[in-house]
């Protein structure tokens, strides 16, 4: 075997400076490219940290809003409990009411009827007792159509009707109606 000669032995070393060249760049773009993917790897940690951070906080809060909607719903319905109770305790009272509305209507309905029938016996009671009562009369009928309680006979008193006052009057209390025997 020959030995190089001096041009192949320089394109040689000049063949070995360029691939020792190339070996050195593809380490530093392997170095750069490591270091790339160490910064993306520690980048997304501290990404995934915040992320999850964010998700317990985010959680958190979702708890505490379903427990304060939960103690809002309970006290609603409590609210709510206490409102139909009272609804019932009213409606129980506005039965009642009306019971006794319409009772009031029933007593203003047969008061002109009452005020009535007091003016007729009050003056009954000033006439005074019958005179001549063993005598007999020649009409004893009170069906003749002039009987005191003939409906043509009963005579509109708006002007007379007892309030309060005349009921408390010790007169009345002494006034004694009816027959004599």
């Known amino acids: 075997m020959s030995s190089p000669s001096p041009v192949q ?68 319905e409590e609210t709510i409990q206490r409102f139909q109770n009272m609804v019932k305790e009213k409606d129980a009272m506005i039965g009642q009411l009306q019971h006794r509305c319409q009772l009031l209507d029933n007593i203003c309905k047969s008061r002109p009827l009452l005020d009535s029938m007091l003016s007729h016996m009050a003056e009954a009671e000033r006439l005074g007792p019958v ?4 005598e007999p009369t020649t009409n004893t009928s009170l069906t003749d159509g002039e009987s005191n309680c003939s409906p043509n006979r009963i005579s509109n008193h708006k002007d007379f009707s007892l309030s309060e006052d005349d009921m408390d009057d010790q007169e009345l209390d002494e006034i004694v109606f009816g027959t004599t025997v």
């Open 131 to 134: 005179l001549g009562m063993g």
């Open 9 to 76: 032995i320089r394109e040689a070393n000049a063949h070995l400076v360029a691939v020792h060249r190339r070996v050195a760049e593809l380490e530093q773009r392997l170095e750069a490219a490591e270091n790339t993917v160490r910064e993306q790897a520690e980048s997304l940690i501290r990404k995934d940290e915040q992320l999850r951070a964010a998700t317990r906080e985010i959680a958190e809060a979702k708890d505490k809003e379903i427990y304060y909607l939960h103690e809002k719903l309970c006290k609603s």
